[in-house]
């Protein structure tokens, strides 16, 4: 009965990565007004305080979350659309410059039918 999941904390900060999401689903999530960001290729560290959806355009990413081996990444690039949990700390080792719409999740919880 082996399990996908480590047993330490960091297992369920995981990145989601769906590859070549349909027009519709693109739609859905209303991409084209969220805001832009870019990065030319080398190594960022990146600590998320929100949870990220975001799609890339252009790019290649290696995604190393920390304390990982080096041999744990993550691969995503053009065309992918990524989901970035909440607290993860990680190293993208960027290959080719990254064009991406992102969006942040609001500090609440994340349930479709928040009434405010």
Do not use: H
């Not at 999530?29 to 890339?56: H, M, R, V």
Request: glycine share 6%; hydrophobic share 30%; with cysteine.
């Amino acid at each position: 009965m082996a399990t996908d999941s480590n047993s330490n904390n960091t297992s369920n900060l995981r990145i989601m990565v769906e590859r070549n999401p349909s027009e519709a689903r693109l739609s859905e999530l209303n991409i084209k007004c969220w805001p832009k960001w870019g990065c030319s290729p080398g190594k960022y560290q990146l600590k998320f305080d929100a949870e990220e959806t975001c799609y890339l355009l252009k790019g290649k990413v290696k995604a190393y979350p920390k304390g990982s081996s080096s041999e744990e990444y993550v691969e995503f690039g053009a065309g992918d659309l990524v989901t970035i949990p909440k607290g993860l700390s990680c190293t993208w080792d960027v290959s080719i410059a990254v064009d991406k719409y992102y969006k942040f999740e609001s500090s609440s919880s994340s349930s479709s039918s928040s009434s405010s």
